[in-house]
């Protein structure tokens, strides 16, 4: 937000993107400017924030009345749908060369095409720990996240599986937090996680950001990242956010940003999947 003077008026200038488009508007503020600017900011933001809450509230009624009319049977070839999909883009933006096909065929029809051994266990793996946490209510703990990422690398990194990291990483230009301080800031994660009153779509935006910067783990952070954020969703009735491995370049760039900067991302991003279940 800025402060604009226009002649002999001051004005409050502010800029959102409104379906695909940057909507920019002034607010009057008068010869000049009042004591309270922080506070006029502070309820131009809980405004925008309440007409976001409504756009994810709008989606997350459609999609329950959507998916009570549908047969159970239906509602399992669709979780299986939804497995196969999101297996797929998360194992290739981590580097499987495994395609969208061979993922169905390794998962469905047991076929095992002509690639690397690890791509395609950890391939049938991942399908198979994400169906599992669709039907389950689990809420998030160590205990379940530190599962989730045995489930995940048991048989193909057990030097690392089901335990957090007792090493330094680096991830690009990004060094994570020392290992010895990865135990104390997942504690206060998790305790940040069970005490917000933020809605779950925000919520899951702010918690993967925050996984990932503290990388808990060895290996697998963004696997085990995006699990958590759309069991999150999921479990608070709301539909999932499959990150695609052609937008993983936007992705990236966001999780370099200020958790803001990435929140806005997310959030962006969730309106434009599910843009139809809220106009």
Same mark, same amino acid.
């Given at each position: 937000m800025n402060i604009i003077k226009k002649r002999e008026y001051y004005y409050l200038r502010y800029s959102f993107r409104n379906e695909g488009k940057v909507t920019t508007k002034d607010v009057y503020?008068?010869?000049?400017?009042?004591?309270?600017?922080?506070?006029?900011?502070?309820?131009?933001? *809980?405004? !925008?924030?309440?007409?976001?809450?409504?756009?994810?509230?709008?989606?997350?009624?459609?999609?329950?009345k959507e998916w009570k009319k549908s047969p159970e049977s239906a509602k399992?070839?669709?979780?299986?749908?939804?497995?196969?999909?999101?297996?797929?883009?998360?194992?290739?933006?981590?580097?499987?060369?495994?395609?969208?096909?061979?993922?169905?065929?390794?998962v469905v029809d047991k076929i095992a095409?002509?690639?690397?051994? *690890?791509?395609?266990?950890?391939?049938?793996?991942?399908?198979?720990?994400?169906?599992?946490?669709?039907?389950?209510?689990?809420?998030?703990?160590?205990?379940?996240?530190?599962?989730w990422h045995k489930d995940l690398f048991g048989e193909t990194k057990p030097d690392i599986a089901g335990r957090y990291r007792d090493f330094h990483v680096r991830i690009g230009g990004y060094i994570a937090p020392d290992w010895q301080d990865?135990?104390?800031?997942?504690?206060?994660?998790?305790?940040?996680?069970?005490?917000?009153?933020?809605?779950?779509v925000?919520?899951?935006? *702010?918690?993967?950001?925050?996984?990932?910067?503290i990388h808990p783990f060895g290996d697998g952070n963004g696997r085990v990242g995006r699990f958590l954020m759309?069991?999150?969703?999921? !479990?608070?009735?709301?539909?999932?956010?499959?990150?695609?491995?052609?937008?993983?370049?936007?992705?990236?760039k966001a999780l370099r940003r200020t958790e803001d900067g990435f929140v806005q991302y997310f959030i962006r991003r969730y309106l434009s999947v599910h843009k139809k279940r809220y106009l």
């Open positions: 503020l008068g010869k000049e400017v009042p004591g309270n600017i922080e506070e006029i900011k502070q309820k131009i933001m *809980r405004e !925008r924030q309440k007409q976001m809450y409504q756009k994810f509230e709008k989606i997350r009624t459609n999609f329950q399992q070839r669709e979780k299986e749908e939804i497995a196969i999909a999101f297996t797929y883009n998360t194992e290739a933006i981590e580097g499987s060369t495994i395609t969208l096909e061979e993922t169905r065929e390794i095409p002509n690639k690397s051994l *690890r791509d395609i266990k950890e391939t049938e793996v991942h399908f198979k720990v994400f169906l599992n946490m669709l039907s389950k209510k689990e809420s998030i703990s160590k205990t379940i996240l530190l599962q990865v135990e104390k800031l997942m504690k206060e994660f998790l305790e940040f996680f069970r005490q917000s009153k933020l809605n779950p925000e919520l899951a935006a *702010r918690t993967h950001y925050k996984f990932e910067k759309n069991h999150l969703l999921w !479990r608070n009735g709301y539909p999932m956010l499959i990150i695609e491995y052609k937008k993983r370049q936007s992705y990236y």
